[in-house]
């Protein structure tokens, strides 16, 4: 069974980086035709997908958040990473990396998930 | 960007109780349409995907079904193991989710 679990600092200043990573367990980020995701959801409020790195390390991101998003997969860790620059207290949100897969009639199924991880951006 | 409107947004209702929650997308969006249940704090938990394809291990009291830009989700017998909030999600375009329907003890 596959496991995710997200790693990095929970507090990042404004106008800096924030960088996280998600180590994955019982499974490759290198094999199986998965979209290696990160999701986020701001305090009490929806989710938002912020981008995928597809196991062949092709990446495609939320527009919305394209311009500062950088995903990408350490595969001799067995790992991949967020990174979100210039980054705002619109950022603070708990970030979730997850696994996807498409079937035959739907995609970017989100199947297994991390724990989550709250990142609050303050000075 | 294909907007996710759920509706109610939230919603008191007593075990037993059989729940529809109704997802419905600005455009057709064929049946790339998933559902998922949160329970708060931990990460959201895949029910349904491809609108009606309910996952390996979901008790068979939930049900999803729709095409094209109205879908619903079912709960028959509502258990208290059922309160929680549930998003919808369409994979058509640009990933997005609906705003969520909470679902709470009555």
């Known amino acids: 069974q596959v496991q995710l679990q997200e790693s990095g600092p929970g507090l990042v200043k404004p106008s800096e980086t924030l960088s996280l990573t998600c180590t994955v367990s019982?499974?490759?980020?290198?094999?199986?035709?998965?979209?290696w995701s990160w999701i986020r959801q701001p305090p009490g409020k929806g989710l938002e997908w912020i981008g995928y790195?597809?196991?062949?390390?092709?990446?495609n991101y939320n527009p919305s958040l394209k311009s500062r998003v950088t995903i990408s997969v350490d595969r001799s860790k067995n790992h991949f990473s967020l990174r979100l620059s210039s980054v705002t207290a619109a950022d603070t949100a708990v970030y979730y990396c997850?696994?996807?897969?498409?079937?035959?009639?739907?995609?970017?199924?989100?199947?297994?998930w991390g724990q989550g991880t709250l990142v609050t951006v303050s000075s | 960007d294909i907007q996710m409107t759920q509706s109610p947004s939230s919603l008191s209702a007593f075990v037993g109780d059989r729940v529809t929650i109704t997802c419905r997308a600005s455009?057709?969006?064929?049946?790339?349409l998933n559902w998922y249940q949160q329970k708060p704090g931990k990460a959201p938990k895949l029910l349904i995907s491809?609108?009606?394809s309910l996952q390996s291990g979901v008790p068979s009291r939930f049900s999803g079904s729709g095409s094209g830009t109205d879908f619903t989700l079912t709960i028959n017998s509502l258990q208290p193991e059922d309160f929680a909030t549930y998003y919808c999600?369409?994979?058509?375009?640009?990933?997005?989710f609906g705003g969520g329907t909470k679902v709470e003890i009555k």
């Open positions: 019982g499974g490759s980020v290198s094999s199986g035709s998965y979209y």
């Open positions: 455009q057709s969006i064929s049946s790339y």
């Open positions: 997850a696994k996807g897969y498409c079937s035959s009639s739907s995609c970017y199924i989100f199947d297994y």
């Open positions: 790195i597809y196991y062949s390390g092709s990446t």
């Open positions: 999600q369409q994979s058509y375009s640009t990933l997005t």
């Open positions: 491809a609108a009606s």
